[in-house]
């Protein structure tokens, strides 16, 4: 196997971005959480982008979940139209997420989760679009693709729920996805995480762990509700939750 150091790595992700072409890692061998992190500081130094988001998975630790950036510039409302030509592959899961009202300074004492729920300003519906900068991106090692923003390649938000979020049920709510007026999935979410606000809470402590505090905008997803789904160029998105909202994303073919 090769290993590549984060630097390698990092120049391979920000000339796949830059030119369109997808990075083969071949035989690249898995790397750490830390390098993976040291990835992402990389390319966003490099491509002098803000961090807008926050995409959040579980680990093993349930107190340090993974926290994959995503840009402000890939940060649309409902209704977008995202050319297909931008994407090496059109993959979609529905989501809930929150947005914070405060910010989270790095504290002596770890944030808990009443402290997450008393910083959210508004719950939103969300279609995460994800994508990948390698070859063979869904097939590849979770280390590199954490590396790769979490195969991430954009979220489109719809209308916020300001008031009475606090009790809707992140974790069981109906949703439903149509494709160009096609039902794709209809079900309760079916999502593995029994505690979304715990898990934020441990997505802001690692991000103010790591120099990035959570500021008062800023948005983490709170992981998929249908699993991921892939499209071909030409789709249109629809997204129903209805005690949360409806998203709608295009992509159009140039």
């Known amino acids: ?23 083969q890692p071949g035989d690249t061998a898995a790397i750490s959480i830390a390098e993976a992190y040291a ?4 390319v966003t130094a490099e ?20 926290a994959g950036q995503i840009y402000a510039r890939d940060i649309y409302g409902t209704g977008a139209e995202i050319p297909a030509s931008e994407l090496f592959m059109i993959g979609i899961e529905g989501e809930i997420a929150f947005r914070f009202g ?5 504290s002596k004492a770890p944030y808990g989760r009443a402290d997450i729920i008393a910083g959210i300003s508004e719950m939103l519906p969300l279609i995460e679009v994800v994508d990948s900068r390698m070859v063979d991106g869904m097939g590849q090692d979770a280390s590199l693709k954490m590396a790769d923003n979490q195969s991430n390649a954009a979220i ?3 209308a916020p729920v300001t008031t009475g979020w606090q009790t809707i049920d992140a974790t069981t709510q109906p949703v439903t996805l149509h494709v160009n007026g096609a039902k794709v999935y209809g079900d309760v979410s079916n999502s593995p995480v029994a505690d979304v606000f715990a898990l934020m809470a441990g997505t802001v ?3 103010a762990a790591r120099g990035h505090p959570i500021a008062a905008g800023q948005i983490i997803t709170t992981g998929s509700c249908t699993g991921v789904l892939f499209f071909e160029p030409g789709s249109q998105v629809v997204m129903d939750m209805p005690a949360v909202g409806r998203v709608e994303v295009s992509f159009p073919v140039a």
């Open 205 to 207: 402590n690692v991000c």
């Open 47 to 66: 491509l002098g982008l803000a961090i807008g988001a926050w995409k959040t998975s579980p680990l093993d630790d349930p107190k340090a979940p993974f």
């Open 39 to 42: 990835v992402h500081d990389l």
């Open 102 to 106: 405060q910010d989270f300074p790095a």
């Open 156 to 158: 489109v938000i719809g």
């Open 1 to 23: 196997m090769r290993q590549l150091s984060p630097a390698d790595i990092a120049s391979h992700l920000v000339r796949a971005r830059r030119d369109h072409v997808a990075w």
